[in-house]
């Protein structure tokens, strides 16, 4: 059955192993998130979502349960199912071994690019580019809809991946979407660094927060198919906005 509204959730290729009730609802955020401006805020019925998504009834209710627990929908009878559109959109950095976590958990922010370009391969990056003596870097200041710093990320990008980038797609979409929907990176996993730092007087000031305050320094590494590394992100959260937190499944 096709989805008949005019909000078009993204498609989603589901993991077996992982819960599908958790991969629908981070997939269906980021698709409320990232939605542009004039997309309607009604969400279609819960049955043309299970069939968008490939699951059961039972399966999709558990999903949107998670979203509205989130305050980012709100349900009615006979009414149907509406996205909030004041909904505060910064989130605790919540994964669970899937992609589209990944891509939910950074979208949904007004971004601003602060710069790009080719540079040398940072000191400490440079065992995840052996031998590429050099990496197109991407600076990007994300706010929440009130124009307040959340976090600022660094993306460090081989230079043959970067070629395919379009700077506009930046500006709508995280980097782990652009990589793997628009340029079709084939990225077979990330792996995540999550530590509490302190803020440098560069993040200090983007965040516009005091210097030394505590914030989360989160470092992803986009591997693809073949095990290299394509992409290096790391960005910095304000502590007062973020928490972090893992799900392990015990089957």
Same mark, same amino acid.
């Not at 950074?106 to 602060?114: D, P």
């Not at 560069?202 to 290299?228: F, M, N, R």
């Given at each position: 059955?096709?989805?008949?509204? $005019? ?10 192993? &992982? ?11 980021? $698709? ?32 949107? *349960?998670?979203?509205?627990? %989130?305050?980012?929908?709100? @349900? +009615? ?5 509406? #996205? %909030? ?12 071994? $899937?992609?589209?976590? /990944?891509?939910?958990?950074? $979208?949904? %922010?007004?971004?601003? /690019? ?24 991407? @600076? ?29 797609? &930046?500006? @709508?979409?995280?980097?782990? *979407? ?8 084939? #990225? ?23 210097? &030394?305050?505590?914030? &989360? ?8 198919? *073949? ?8 960005? +910095? ?15």
């Amino acid at each position: 059955m096709p989805v008949t509204s $005019s909000f078009a959730p993204d498609s989603l290729v589901l993991n077996r192993k &992982l819960p599908l009730w958790y991969q629908v609802s981070q997939s269906l955020r980021a $698709s409320i998130l990232g939605r542009s401006p004039g997309a309607s805020l009604r969400l279609p019925t819960e049955e043309q979502l299970a069939a968008h998504y490939g699951v059961s009834v039972l399966t999709m209710r558990q999903a949107l *349960k998670e979203l509205e627990e %989130e305050g980012l929908i709100s @349900r +009615h009878r006979r009414r149907g199912t509406f #996205i %909030e559109p004041a909904a505060r959109r910064a989130s605790p950095v919540r994964l669970l071994g $899937s992609i589209d976590a /990944i891509v939910a958990q950074q $979208s949904g %922010e007004r971004t601003t /690019i602060l710069g790009h370009g080719p540079e040398p391969v940072p000191g400490d990056l440079a065992e995840y580019f052996p031998g590429c003596p050099e990496v197109v870097a991407y @600076r990007r200041l994300r706010c929440d809809e009130s124009g307040e710093p959340t976090n600022w990320a660094h993306n460090a990008v081989r230079p043959e991946v970067a070629a395919a980038i379009d700077l506009a797609d &930046l500006t @709508r979409w995280p980097m782990t *979407k652009v990589l793997r929907d628009v340029v079709g990176v084939d #990225i077979a996993r990330i792996t995540d660094t999550v530590e509490a730092r302190l803020a440098d007087p560069v993040t200090a000031e983007l965040l516009q927060v005091p210097l &030394l305050s505590p914030i &989360l320094h989160y470092t992803g590494v986009a591997y693809d198919g *073949k095990g290299q590394a394509v992409d290096v992100a790391r960005i +910095h959260y304000r502590g007062d906005r973020f928490s972090f937190s893992v799900t392990v499944e015990a089957r």
